[in-house]
């Protein structure tokens, strides 16, 4: 009987480990619960095939419920990539290509923006796009909206039922980019809201639409029929919203999922490698990881303390041995890959602990009691160190390493682990950290709309990583600079101050790659990381 | 003597009453150590137990490295007679780890048991003692406690104040005393009516001195035997708040927290992950092997 018994007990305890894990398991996928309420299909839907779907793994939430053109506060682009167009497309090295306008003229004086549209453009509805579609649209863009532009939008004028004008209050190089970002500049149809105006569903130009969703778990896309590109040749995308790193490998592995648009962990990308029924494409990034330094925090008002921890920062050892050399050392803020970065530019800092130690000790800060932190007028050097793991899986460990680095110079890291949720809102509204890990935005958006969006202080709008008011001059010349004369001096400068005054302490450049099933061919990087992956050219064998 | 020393609803959503209730009929003034080390199976727990203390207890001694020591040039590496279970994703030592893990997670379970038996019991013996209105009040307190899923308090609890060791064990400990507090106020009631009371009323003793050195004395056995069956679950709540990242923070190494690193390597480097999940498995298994051993020996008495 005890023999029973104890074996009784064995299988409570496996059973109990189980639990926690898959415990945990449930713990990520938060609002499921939620999500089997907030479930409504669009339209019944055919039996799909595994023949004719690509499943699609992405690491931000997928939201079409809210996923409104004007919206600014979801991450799925993949989704507007897929389901809006743009004016103008940013192609390859920031080539503005033809979308939904054939082409555009500017004014001499480059204040207006004429836009000649396709005549042979439908909305997924069926519905037709011309001018007024356009003018509907932009009737919707709030103050809130327009100031994505770096010029203030005056005015938008139909000149006939297929030309539009854009007049701004003055010329500045980086408006015709700004018609590329995934959002808020898109067109939509007048069905994506209900009748009293209220955003029910994204419907638009794009090469697919939305057939149903399941709220923060994915959303399946149909092509949509009226599009007038390239078709695909296959029938449905499903966007699957996996905030795990591990689990994004394990659907890959098992064949759950075919594409994988999300950030793997380093170590899982050797197991991916040497799978053969997965395959994969590279892609240059112009992402980079960096730590953003709260200005509120006295501690970073002097500027020795950041170029202490900028010197401390072993990016070498970070890449070749945490990332594998799947990443470059940052230099300055931007990679090397986006526009007007230069090696003189960005010279970032070397990795030099004693240098390190002595600028400390020049701002006032030293060991006297022995307990290898150090310290100013009896406090220690304590700081936090705000990071999350959902969407950059390598986070945690490369924070943990920063940790045990700057312990080396006496500084005292407290890492402090948030859900995504409430990281995105440390950021951008109760700016609870001291130092925070955080990524530059993409493609078109750098180097401009990065700069302005986080180090630029607007009237009304608090900069978000760092405040100086010659910083904050600089970009807003650079913006307002008519054309593209003399924006290259005007960003060495800017990197150059950057640098100089440590604002920042950059980590390091990803590579993206994306990893497929072996069961697709044709797979091929898009222009931007946005776009992800060229739709139309892939094929199911 | 059929009972479930451990199952599934227990751990995380357990009906807490059924088991303060098995216990409350239960004031037994000496269980007999010797009764209850007579099984082997409680004999093979409290040995186990004694060696994960003593290795807790001594973690600064036996671990061969600094459980913090960073060192990625070496990371991932099997194992080895400097690193007898290898090194971890930042080139860690596992053993040290595993070593210092022991000593936290103990800690922490030990100090939310503790925490818990300090609130619960004395609230416990003045409920039962005074009865009357003072008990109701305290009695529908504890009700109202009792009915909350504990874990999902817990849970918020911990959300709400921002995850740390400490705010764990705060959060624990505010909701875990209950069970105690209505366990001892029960077997208080029943001694409170013993004629040995009513001598010591009689001799001039006051109710303090009732409470704590003779009441208190009498039902410990009792309350010992509930927080040696309970230790198991905290050990595993505590190691599943921190895998969730809402109990004690990384790098110190707990277990939970070693889980939870250790997920993304499960398949290039599985070991990290069976470690920790093996230390768990046998310490809460020993915990419930001695918890049933007192059980038995306290019913076996009891006939």
């Given at each position: ?541 | ?18 088991k303060v209730?098995k216990l409350e009929?239960k004031v037994i003034?000496?269980f007999?150590?010797?009764?209850f ?5 409680t ?137 105690y507090?209505?366990l001892?106020?029960?077997l ?31 039902i410990a056995s009792s309350i010992i035997a509930l927080a040696t069956m309970e230790i ?55 915990f419930n092997?001695v918890g049933g051993g007192i059980q038995d020996g306290l019913s076996?008495k009891k006939?």
């Amino acid at each position: 009987m005890n023999y029973k018994k104890t074996v009784k007990k064995f299988l409570a305890a496996g059973l109990i480990m189980s639990m926690l894990l898959t415990g945990c398991g449930a713990g990520e996928n938060k609002g499921a619960s939620s999500a089997s309420e907030g479930q409504k299909t669009q339209s019944t839907s055919k039996e799909s095939t595994k023949e004719d779907t690509i499943t699609v793994l992405t690491a931000s939430n997928i939201d079409p419920e809210i996923a409104d053109t004007i919206d600014t506060s979801t991450n799925a682009f993949q989704l507007y990539e897929m389901v809006y167009d743009p004016l103008v497309r940013y192609g390859e090295n920031g080539e503005i290509e033809p979308a939904l306008a054939e082409s555009y003229d500017v004014s001499e004086d480059g204040k207006v923006y004429t836009f000649h549209l396709r005549k042979d453009v439908q909305f997924s509805d069926g519905t037709n796009f011309n001018a007024d579609s356009v003018i509907y649209n932009t009737n919707r863009w709030d103050d809130k909206v327009k100031g994505n532009f770096s010029a203030k939008l005056e005015k938008v004028e139909k000149v006939d039922d297929y030309t539009v004008s854009f007049t701004f209050d003055h010329a500045a190089y980086p408006i015709i980019i700004e018609f590329t970002y995934p959002r808020p500049f898109r067109m939509c149809a007048p069905s994506s809201l209900d009748k009293d105006g209220k955003f029910v569903l994204g419907v638009g130009t794009g090469q697919w639409k939305i057939e149903s969703y399941e709220e923060g778990q994915e959303a399946v896309l149909v092509k949509n029929e009226y599009y007038y590109g390239k078709q695909p040749s296959y029938e449905k995308v499903v966007l699957k919203f996996v905030d795990d790193g591990q689990s994004r490998v394990m659907a890959l592995q098992s064949g759950d999922a075919d594409i994988c648009l999300a950030d793997v962990p380093v170590e899982s990308a050797g197991v991916l490698e040497d799978d053969t029924d997965v395959s994969s494409v590279k892609d240059v990034s112009t992402l980079s990881f960096f730590f953003g330094l709260n200005y509120d925090n006295k501690i970073f008002s002097d500027i020795k303390v950041r170029q202490a921890l900028n010197y401390a920062t072993n990016k070498k050892s970070m890449v070749e041995d945490i990332m594998n050399n799947d990443a470059t050392a940052a230099t300055g803020i931007f990679s090397s890959s986006v526009p007007f970065v230069t090696k003189e530019n960005s010279k970032g800092y070397d990795y030099n602990l004693e240098k390190a130690k002595e600028l400390l000790k020049e701002a006032g800060y030293e060991d006297t009691n022995g307990d290898g932190i150090v310290e100013k007028d009896g406090k220690d050097l304590t700081l936090n160190l705000v990071f999350q793991t959902e969407e950059y899986s390598n986070w945690k460990t490369i924070c943990e390493f920063i940790q045990s680095e700057y312990l080396k110079i006496g500084v005292n890291i407290e890492l402090k682990e948030m859900e995504t949720a409430a990281y995105y809102d440390a950021i951008w509204t109760t700016r609870d950290y001291d130092i925070i890990i955080y990524r530059s935005y993409e493609d078109s958006w750098n180097p401009h709309g990065f700069l302005s969006s986080v180090f630029y202080q607007s009237k009304d709008q608090p900069s978000v990583f760092w405040y100086d008011e010659k910083l904050n001059t600089m970009i807003g010349d650079v913006i307002a600079q008519p054309d593209i004369t003399n924006v290259q001096e005007k960003y060495d400068e800017i990197f150059k101050y950057m640098d100089e005054n440590a604002f920042t302490i950059p980590l390091y450049y990803p590579n993206q790659t994306y990893y497929y099933n072996a069961r697709l061919s044709g797979v091929d990087k898009a222009a931007t990381s946005y776009q992800g992956i060229v739709w139309e050219d892939i094929s199911i064998n | 003597m059929v009972k479930k020393v451990i199952d599934i609803e227990n751990v995380f959503f357990y009906n807490r009453k059924s088991k303060v209730e098995k216990l409350e009929n239960k004031v037994i003034s000496n269980f007999g150590l010797k009764r209850f080390l007579e099984k082997t199976s409680t004999k093979a727990g409290f040995l186990i137990i004694i060696i994960f203390i003593t290795v807790a207890l001594f973690a600064p001694v036996l671990a061969p490295h600094d459980p913090l020591l960073v060192d990625v040039t070496n990371k991932l590496k099997n194992p080895s007679l400097s690193y007898p279970f290898g090194t971890d994703q930042l080139g860690r030592c596992v053993l040290s780890r595993l070593i210092w893990g022991a000593r936290n997670s103990l800690l922490y379970s030990f100090t939310v048991l503790f925490a818990t038996l300090m609130i619960g019991v004395p609230i416990g013996l003045v409920s039962g003692y005074l009865g009357g209105k003072v008990d109701s009040v305290i009695m529908r307190i504890i009700d109202i406690f009792m009915a909350m899923p504990s874990f999902i308090v817990a849970l918020a609890i911990a959300g709400t104040l921002g995850a740390s060791g400490k705010n764990l064990v705060f959060s624990m400990s505010l909701v875990y005393w209950a069970e105690y507090a209505r366990l001892s106020r029960a077997l208080t009631m029943q001694i409170k009516e013993q004629s040995y009371v009513m001598a010591l009323k009689a001799g001039g003793c006051n109710d303090f001195q009732i409470l704590f050195k003779h009441v208190l004395r009498n039902i410990a056995s009792s309350i010992i035997a509930l927080a040696t069956m309970e230790i198991g679950s905290i050990i595993l709540s505590i190691a599943g708040f921190s895998f969730i990242g809402l109990g004690v923070q990384a790098p110190t190494p707990e277990w939970g927290i070693l889980l939870s690193d250790s997920k993304e390597y499960i398949q290039t480097f599985p070991s990290l992950m069976i470690y920790p999940g093996v230390a768990i498995v046998i310490v809460v298994m020993a915990f419930n092997l001695v918890g049933g051993g007192i059980q038995d020996g306290l019913s076996a008495k009891k006939r």
